[in-house]
């Protein structure tokens, strides 16, 4: 594999400036090499055994650590779930396993876990995620019943003061708020961006019943993610519900075509737009989607729309709760999640039934397999790093 190659090709065609912050990113750092570069990940794994024979399931399509994290959703409630489906796809149910747990084996490097810990780890998302197949009910997770991290971040969502994340984000002078532009979170957006965002953003208000919300204030590039950097994405700072301190924030995003699909063999629905391709796979698996989730057209491309998502809330492999002992607790919350998700979306759109996977999920040959593989996606994942590293400081990623 030409891995320079490879990866300039992706992301031929990013916007610049945001596609620089992507490659550093990437640089010196194997599990944020592994988040921006799924294309390749899946370019590795088996064509054959468990990785076809499995059921087919709606994926993520990008599952790892830190694609899980609580948000308000669309009844305001607060939720911990999957929360990143830009990679969205049809594919047996092993390919969102083994690259989960592939990144609980790089995670694990970075914070100093043993080998044994991690694969203790590994076990505890699979055994998880296995007796909630079998039990066949899709839950989600409460906050009375959550525990540890997760009890946090829920905590943190449903008694977060809009204006105190608004102060966070924004400046005030006098009742009128303004986007900070701090170069981590957000960039200026040029004239015509902002204009197109607020003329795109007026025609959409005009077919709503209560258009005023979505009165246009600010708009500003988001910094966000890692795989999806250099993509057009904005956050909107909107008059919501008054100002100042009722104002929201919407996050804007341009939808690309999946790097699971591209791979698995698996014939995949005929989707209008990639865009509604990874809302209708969120609706599908989410227990409760996001505010405002829905699909959109600007131009020839299409865009995700969505109440925006603190990238703070989520579990980074850094968090002190995680590097304190509590990622075994952690993983196997979210080993019940991938259950709850694929059970949800059974049945749906070519996927299999919930028989089907609740069956295979009673037996035992897959959980090895899958342990196996995800060690040997583990040592190519830290060999394509250093490689990257090289390649990039002798210049190859310059833009």
Known sequence: ????????????????????????????????????????????????????SAPLAWACGDLHLENFGSYKGDNRLAYFDLNDFDEAALAPATWDLVRMLTSIRIAADTYGATAAQAQASCNAYLDAYAAALVAGKAYWIERETAEGVV????????????????????????????????????LAATPGQRAAVTDFIDAYAATQNHGRFFRVIDVARRIAGTGSLGLDRYVILVEGKGSPDAN??????????SALARWTGVKQPRW????????????????????????????????????????????AIDHPAVVAGEFERA????????????????????????????????????????LEVSEHCAEACRADSKAYDTAYDAGAFDV
């Open 331 to 370: 993983v196997a919350t979210m080993g019940r999640l991938t259950a709850w998700a694929q059970l949800r979306s059974a049945g749906r759109g070519g996927a299999d039934s919930a028989d089907d996977l609740i069956e295979w999920g009673g037996k035992r040959k897959w959980k090895s397999r899958l």
């Open 151 to 186: 009890r946090t971040l829920l905590d943190d969502v449903r008694h977060r003061e809009r204006s105190a994340f608004l102060n966070r984000r924004t400046t005030l002078k006098g009742r009128k708020r303004k986007l900070v532009v701090d170069g981590r979170h957000a």
């Open 248 to 257: 929201y924030l919407i996050d804007l995003k341009e939808a690309a075509p």
């Open 1 to 52: 594999m030409d891995l320079v190659n490879e990866i300039r090709s992706w992301n031929a065609g990013r916007e610049p400036e945001r596609l620089r912050m992507k490659y550093q990113a990437m640089h010196g750092d194997a599990f944020r090499f592994l988040r921006g570069t799924a294309h390749l990940f899946y370019g590795r794994v088996p064509a054959a055994g468990i990785f076809k």
């Open 272 to 315: 209008k737009t990639e865009a509604e391709r990874v809302v209708t796979v969120q609706r599908r698996m989410q227990a409760v989607s996001m505010a405002f989730l829905r699909p959109m057209m600007m131009g020839d491309k299409s865009y995700i729309l969505r109440g925006l998502q603190p990238t703070e809330d989520r579990i």
